[in-house]
């Protein structure tokens, strides 16, 4: 069945470092998305990727969707205490909300101030 | 609007016990799933609903039923609980296939 993976699983930052995390799947994927879990929190939505080759920046996060359409990342620039969270990518195969969308086990991403 | 309502936000439960774990949503979302998260598992599908009255499996669904009489509510049935569903429990819903918008979760744990 489909996989996504995600690496690194933990990564811890001083604060001002940047940090990116990589998302691949094992099939091609129509869109991504990402969201954002503050710890004891619930995963909240931060954009959708769906072009080959798109990129996409919110204030200092840079996402990017590959050519291959297979797999992502997500950088922060010079990170703050703020950015402490895990990160999930998740991909979806199809274009309608009938295929089902698959989460990556996320990164969890510490930063020292 | 309150977006995607969950409750309990806690519960205990003896092994062998049944429960209805409860998500609303207004904002007349057609697309609802339930996802549990373990650590190190990331989130992992249980059931989806596409509509009302339509229902199907996720990635884990033994243990579990679902039925979607309305949009606003998907409930989730745990028919005997075991202590391998100790678990934190996310509902979702979106508009189509857009992002996901998540309740605040729901801890059970089983003993």
């Known amino acids: 069945g489909q996989q996504v993976m995600q690496i690194p699983q933990y990564q811890h930052v001083q604060e001002g470092e940047d940090f990116t995390t990589y998302c691949n799947s094992s099939?091609?994927?129509?869109?991504i998305q990402w969201y954002k879990q503050r710890p004891g929190g619930h995963p909240v939505f931060l954009i959708q990727l769906v072009k080959s080759g798109e990129v996409k920046k919110q204030k200092r996060l840079t996402f990017q969707f590959g050519e291959a359409k297979k797999n992502s990342s997500l950088h922060i620039t010079a990170t703050q205490t703020t950015d402490v969270g895990t990160y999930f990518c998740?991909?979806?195969?199809?274009?309608?909300?009938?295929?089902?969308?698959?989460f990556g086990p996320g990164t969890s991403l510490s930063v020292i101030p | 609007n309150a977006g995607v309502t969950q409750t309990p936000k806690f519960q205990v439960l003896k092994t062998g016990q049944s429960m209805t774990l409860q998500c609303a949503q207004d904002m007349n979302h057609e697309y609802m799933s339930w996802y549990r998260q373990d650590p190190g598992m990331g989130l992992r599908l249980i059931h989806y609903?596409?509509?009302?009255?339509?229902?199907d499996q996720g990635e884990v669904p033994n243990g579990y039923n679902v039925s979607r009489s309305t949009t606003e509510d998907f409930p989730l049935r745990l028919l005997s609980a075991a202590p391998s569903q100790t678990s934190v429990y996310f509902c979702?819903?979106?508009?189509?296939?857009?992002?996901?918008?998540f309740g605040s979760g729901t801890r059970l744990t089983v003993v």
């Open positions: 099939t091609t994927l129509s869109n």
């Open positions: 609903s596409v509509g009302a009255g339509i229902t």
């Open positions: 979702a819903s979106s508009y189509g296939p857009e992002g996901y918008t």
């Open positions: 998740a991909g979806r195969r199809g274009q309608t909300s009938y295929d089902k969308v698959i």
